[in-house]
C-alpha cells in the first residue's frame, strides 16, 4: 500500500455525511482540527472512511504508541475479553491489575518501592496525585506552570494554564493553586536569556510566590512536565528541574510529574525525566501506557500512597482488559519501541531541522524522541508568532495525507506511534515541507 493516497476530495463523501451527522447529536467542545473520519488503521498509517490513507504522525494525540491495532496488542486485549471484562478492581482483585502495577514499579525512575493508582486518563491520575499530595503532607497549595495542560477535570484544569478557552466560564476553580513561568528557551520568561531561564523561573518560586503569596511549609505539590505538551512541546532543561528538586526537597514540597504525553518511550527513554537524574515523588502516566485503551496510573512512593480504603477508587479504573493492553505495551517497549523512538526521532528532528534553511516560517525545533515541535513564526527576529499560518500548514500537510496536529498557539507538533521507521519519517519532512512552501507562498501574494 501506497502511504499515504488520497483518491478524493477531503472530505469524501462517506465523510462529509458522517460529520454532519456528528454536528447534530455531538459535543460542540471537541476541537477537531481537520475534517478526519478513520475507518481502520495499521502501524503508522490510517485509512478514513472514503479510502483515503494518511501516514500518521499525531497518534490520537500520542495516544497510539505501538501504532494502530499493533497485532501483540490486540491479542492480549482479546484474549483478556474472552476472560472477563470487568470485575472493578476497587473492590475486588484480579491478577492484570497486580502484573501491571509490577511491571511500572520495575520501569518507573523511583527508588524504594512505588504503589500505583489506577484510573482511566490523565486527567484522573493528575486528580490522584493532587488528593495524595494533600493527605500525604497535610498542606493545601500547589504551583504548577504557565503553558501547562494537566486535564480538563475541575482539579486539574485549575493547574491548567495552556488556553484561557479551557478555563473560561468554569470558574471558581479549586483554590491554593498558584502558576510560575515556565523555561521556554526559546522564549525566555522574566527578562532571562536562553542560559539563565531556568535559574529565574526557579527564584520567581522562591522569591517571588514564596515571598508574597503563598509560604513554602503549606506547599503541598509542584506539579510539572518535564516536556510541555499542549504548551508548545517547550522542552524544560535539565537544570531546571535539578533545581526544581532541590527547592522541593528543601521545604518538604513534593515533586509531581506530569508525564501524561512525554512518558512511556515517547522522548526515547521510558519517561522523560530520566534525562535529567531527577527522581519525583510521584509520575502521572496515560495515553500511550494502553496503546489506545483508556488507563491513568498515578504512581507514587509506597510510602506516601498510605491512604486508607475509601479514601480515593474509581470504578473502571485498571480495567482488565486496559491492564492487558497496557503488559503487551510495556513489552513492545522494552523491546524495540522506546530504542526506536530515541533513533527515529533523531532522524525525525534532522531532517526538521534542515527544512529551516529553506522555510523563514520556522523559528524553532526541539523536542526528544519521537516528541518534536516546530514553532512557526512571521518574523525570526521579533519571533512574532504565525498561528493562522501553523493552523493553514497543519491543513496543507492533511491535504496531502498527513497527519500532524498544532501544539500551544503556534507550533506543529509531530508524536507519530514509535512504530514510525526512518522511510516513513522522511515521507513525513516532505509533506511538511511541500505545506510550508504552499503557505508561505500564500503569504507572499
Known amino acids: 500500500m501506497t502511504v ?19 454536528n447534530a447529536v455531538v459535543s460542540p467542545s471537541y476541537t477537531r482540527g481537520y475534517p478526519l473520519v478513520i475507518a481502520s488503521g495499521t502501524g503508522s498509517s490510517v485509512e478514513d472512511v472514503d479510502g483515503n490513507v494518511f501516514l500518521d504522525c499525531a497518534a490520537g494525540i500520542a495516544v497510539n504508541s505501538t501504532g494502530h491495532s499493533h497485532p501483540a496488542v490486540v491479542k492480549a486485549i482479546i484474549e483478556q475479553a474472552q476472560k472477563f471484562l470487568h470485575m472493578s478492581g476497587t473492590d475486588f482483585y484480579y491478577e492484570p491489575q497486580v502484573r501491571l502495577a509490577e511491571e511500572l514499579a520495575a520501569i518507573t525512575p523511583i527508588q524504594g518501592g512505588v504503589r500505583s493508582f489506577f484510573g482511566n486518563s490523565g486527567t484522573e491520575a493528575i486528580e490522584a496525585c493532587l488528593k495524595l499530595s494533600r493527605y500525604a503532607t497535610g498542606r493545601q497549595n500547589i504551583i504548577a506552570f504557565f503553558g501547562a495542560f494537566h486535564g480538563r477535570t475541575m482539579g486539574s484544569l485549575s493547574l491548567t494554564a495552556s488556553k484561557a478557552i479551557q478555563r473560561r466560564g468554569f470558574g471558581p476553580l479549586l483554590p491554593g493553586v498558584y502558576h510560575a ?20 523561573c526557579v527564584d520567581f518560586i522562591e522569591h517571588q510566590l514564596f515571598a508574597s503569596l503563598v509560604p513554602p511549609d503549606e506547599v503541598a505539590a509542584i506539579v510539572v512536565e518535564p516536556i510541555q505538551g499542549e504548551g508548545g512541546y517547550n522542552v524544560a532543561p535539565d537544570e531546571f528541574l535539578q533545581r526544581l528538586r532541590e527547592l522541593t526537597k528543601r521545604h518538604g514540597i513534593l515533586l509531581v510529574v506530569d508525564e501524561v504525553q512525554s512518558g512511556m518511550g515517547r522522548s526515547g527513554k521510558m519517561f522523560a525525566i530520566e534525562f535529567t537524574g531527577v527522581e519525583p515523588d510521584m509520575i502521572a502516566i496515560a495515553k500511550g501506557i494502553a496503546s489506545g485503551l483508556p488507563l491513568g496510573v498515578a504512581v507514587a512512593r509506597a510510602g506516601l ?34 530504542a526506536n523512538a530515541a533513533d527515529v526521532g533523531a532522524h525525525l528532528m534532522a531532517g526538521l531541522k534542515a527544512l529551516a534553511d529553506k522555510h523563514p516560517l520556522i523559528g524553532d525545533v526541539r523536542g526528544r524522541g519521537l516528541m518534536i515541535g516546530v514553532e512557526l513564526v512571521r518574523d525570526r527576529q521579533t519571533k512574532e508568532r504565525a498561528a493562522e499560518e501553523r493552523n493553514a500548514v497543519v491543513t496543507a500537510a492533511f491535504n496531502r495525507g498527513l497527519l500532524i496536529l498544532g501544539a500551544g498557539k503556534n507550533t506543529v507538533r509531530f508524536s507519530p506511534p514509535l512504530v514510525l521507521t526512518r522511510g516513513e519519517a522522511d515521507t513525513a519532512v516532505r509533506i511538511f515541507d511541500e505545506a510550508l512552501t504552499e503557505i508561505e507562498a500564500t503569504r507572499q501574494r
Open 305 to 338: 500512597m498510605a491512604w486508607p480504603p475509601g479514601s480515593h477508587a474509581s470504578t473502571f479504573g485498571g480495567n482488565p482488559v486496559s491492564c492487558a493492553a497496557a503488559l503487551a505495551t510495556i513489552a513492545l517497549l522494552r523491546d524495540r519501541l522506546v
Open 4 to 22: 499515504p493516497s488520497i483518491t478524493t476530495a477531503l472530505p469524501g463523501p462517506r465523510a462529509k455525511a458522517i460529520i454532519v451527522r456528528d
Open 181 to 200: 513561568p515556565y523555561p521556554d528557551c526559546y522564549r525566555p520568561p522574566l527578562g532571562a536569556t536562553a542560559g539563565s531561564c531556568s535559574a529565574a
